[in-house]
């Protein structure tokens, strides 16, 4: 089991910078690819940004690329999202993902979820 407590969402105004934090408790962290999902009333959730369990491979959606940056810290079983040059489509619920399988990250079937943060980009 893992457990996952995302932090860092808020207002924010177009233009600036963000970092999501997710906080994992349970055992094997390091063993689990990591994502970061979104969700705006009335579509679905869809993955913004993805990382293997090695760090190695990551996977970003095209409407962020060049503007978000996943990472982990293992020692810190944390996970980040850094937020640059924030638009106001980004606003949405942001959710913390995990599971052991990177493809299901991918698929958008991850076997564990945060609670999600709020994040409100002004324009």
């Known amino acids: 089991q893992v457990q996952l407590v995302e932090s860092g969402g808020g207002l924010v105004q177009a233009g600036g910078s963000q970092r999501l934090s997710c906080a994992a408790s349970g055992r094997s962290f390091s063993r689990y690819a990591m994502g970061w999902f979104r969700q705006v009333p009335g579509k679905e959730r869809e993955l913004v940004a993805a990382i293997a369990w090695s760090g190695i491979s990551t996977y970003y959606a095209d409407s962020v690329k060049g503007r978000f940056t996943i990472s982990r810290d293992d020692a810190k079983n944390t996970l980040y999202l850094q937020m640059n040059s924030l638009k106001f489509e980004d606003t949405a619920v942001y959710y913390c993902?995990?599971?052991?399988?990177?493809?299901?990250?991918?698929?958008?079937?991850?076997?564990?979820w945060g609670q999600g943060t709020q994040v409100t980009v002004s324009s």
């Open positions: 993902a995990a599971d052991n399988a990177f493809i299901r990250l991918r698929d958008g079937r991850p076997d564990y």
